[in-house]
């Protein structure tokens, strides 16, 4: 769909001369949202650069600028309008001195807000959704080519995979994110990922392979296979054959180079024994496992349309445990959902005390267009739910420290990928992926050194070089 842009006036500057080099245009590019944006970002990247652009952190200097947006709860989505508002002052200062700059945007909010994006926000040349990314370049060249070009929407939902269309990836870096599955069937009555990412499609387990294979050969010694509703991976195989994610982690398992292997995010009810068994049987598999449980109660799972009870939960958590004693659990939990009062909240204590999580996140249930949940009438005060969070995040905070410190005086493999604030510090995470910083050796950057835990506090462990 086409809207007219009324913003464009002047031809576009497509390559600056400086001191006699050609320099390439810029993209800046805001990531929001979840590990699968990131993806999704770093896949973008990968197209612009394939077309030539460089990238770039400053936005000022950037001749496109790109936001990959959220919508899972109200404020990621408000975040992204102030942005934008940022971003055209931004572009008007570029304008004063003869540049131009194209703002597009990307993402869930796309997909819920469509027209309305390029009504609150005239001067966005493009938004697409997250199935229609790969699409950019061609956007590009079109309103390259047409000064007085319309803003361009596109929220299909393509009968192709845009996967089949991006350019081949690299690792950038030890740790890789690598989309296997997309979109879900599941309809929590919160949640607005049904709607963004459209029903769920599974990679082909040949095409998973190829992608893994770049990654390892190009630097990744860590692989997280990502997935909004990643367990229940339904790709086909060589032969045609349906397999699921159990099948999979061992493909990926028995490729050279690999030293570690998680899976983000998991469904409850779509952990089979044969996945727990990975646990078990794949000495590469992290012993970290996140698998949301939102709440506690089972009269509040049923209204979120969760296809799981808290002792289902609880059930599978021990089979884990049984698979690998070592392993920590993560959860997301949501509080305050419509209908949930005290007795309710306190069964999602007692979830957290029996499963006494490492790590997890938690958020007050945010009302989101659309979804069957906004619209039930015992919506819980605003009050009420910033009550609930504090005493559950204190509870949280508190088995996650108590984790930590119980890890000083052990010794873990630390994959060490960023630098820390200090010389000669780097920054790493453990199995259980703790942030730890240690001091060492600049050219471990990107490898695994053992470290010894000397100090640990809630969000991170200090280590020594042994
Ligand atoms: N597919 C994943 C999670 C996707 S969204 C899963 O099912 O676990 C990430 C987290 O955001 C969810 O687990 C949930 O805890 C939270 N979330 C989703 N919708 C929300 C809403 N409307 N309000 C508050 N939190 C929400
Ligand atoms: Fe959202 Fe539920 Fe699907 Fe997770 S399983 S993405 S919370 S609908
Ligand atoms: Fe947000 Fe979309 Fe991910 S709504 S959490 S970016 S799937």
């Known amino acids: 769909m086409l809207k007219k842009n009324a913003d464009w006036r002047m031809d576009y500057i497509w390559f600056e001369f400086w001191n006699g080099r050609k320099v390439s245009e810029k993209y800046f590019i805001k990531t929001f949202g979840c590990q699968m944006n990131v993806y999704d970002s770093s896949r973008i990247a990968d197209m612009l650069k394939n077309e030539g652009y460089e990238e770039t952190n400053k936005q000022a200097e950037a001749d496109i600028v790109l936001f990959n947006t959220c919508h899972i709860r109200e404020k990621a989505a408000e975040k992204l309008f102030s942005d934008l508002g940022r971003a055209k002052l931004v572009a008007d200062e570029r304008f004063e001195a003869g540049k131009h700059t194209i703002i597009g945007v990307l993402g869930c909010v796309v997909q819920a807000e469509d027209e ?3 009504k609150r926000a005239p001067y966005v040349n493009f938004a697409l959704g997250p199935l229609m990314y790969h699409k950019i370049p061609e956007v590009l060249r079109k309103i390259k080519a047409d000064k007085e070009h319309e803003s361009v929407v596109n929220t299909d939902f393509p009968a192709e995979s845009k996967f089949d269309f991006l350019p081949e990836n690299k ?3 030890a740790c890789s994110f690598l989309a296997i599955q997309e979109g879900c069937n599941n309809f929590c009555t919160y949640c607005v990922v049904p709607y963004t990412r459209g029903v769920e499609y599974s990679r082909p387990v040949a095409d998973v392979i190829k992608e893994a294979k770049r990654l390892l050969d190009t630097g990744t010694l860590e692989i997280n296979l990502l997935g909004q509703n990643v367990n229940s991976y ?3 195989d060589e032969s045609g054959k349906e397999r699921d994610l159990a099948y999979l982690l061992h493909r990926v398992a028995e490729l050279d ?10 469904y409850p009810a779509d952990m089979s024994d044969d996945l727990i068994a990975c646990h078990k049987d794949i000495d590469v598999l992290m012993p970290y496992l996140h698998l949301p449980i939102q709440s506690g109660s089972d009269r509040i799972l049923k209204a979120m349309n ?21 392993i920590g659990m993560s959860s997301d939990f949501i509080v305050g959902f419509p209908g949930e009062n005290d007795e309710d909240f306190q069964k999602t204590l007692d979830v957290v005390n029996q499963v006494k999580y490492i790590q997890a996140f938690s958020f007050k249930y945010s009302r989101r267009a659309g979804t069957p949940a906004a619209v039930m009438e015992n919506q819980v005060e605003e009050k009420v739910k910033k009550e609930r969070l504090e005493i559950l995040q204190t509870l949280l905070f508190d ?18 990928e960023q630098k820390g604030r200090h010389k000669g510090q780097l920054i790493g995470r453990t199995p ?3 942030n730890l910083h240690v001091e060492t050796k600049s050219a471990n950057m990107n490898k695994i050194v053992n470290v010894k835990i000397v100090e640990a506090t809630t969000n991170s462990l200090t280590g020594e070089e042994i």
């Open 399 to 416: 088995y996650q420290t108590k984790f930590n410190k119980s890890c000083v005086g052990k010794v873990m493999p630390v994959l060490l």
């Open 306 to 326: 969760r296809r799981h009870t808290s002792g289902d939960y609880l059930r599978i958590v021990e089979k884990l445990h049984k698979a690998n004693p070592n």
């Open 116 to 118: 309305q994006i390029i």
């Open 432 to 434: 259980y992926m703790q």
């Open 171 to 173: 690792a950038q870096g």
């Open 234 to 236: 339904h790709g086909e």
């Open 257 to 266: 180079g690999v030293k570690r292997i998680r899976y983000t995010t998991s």
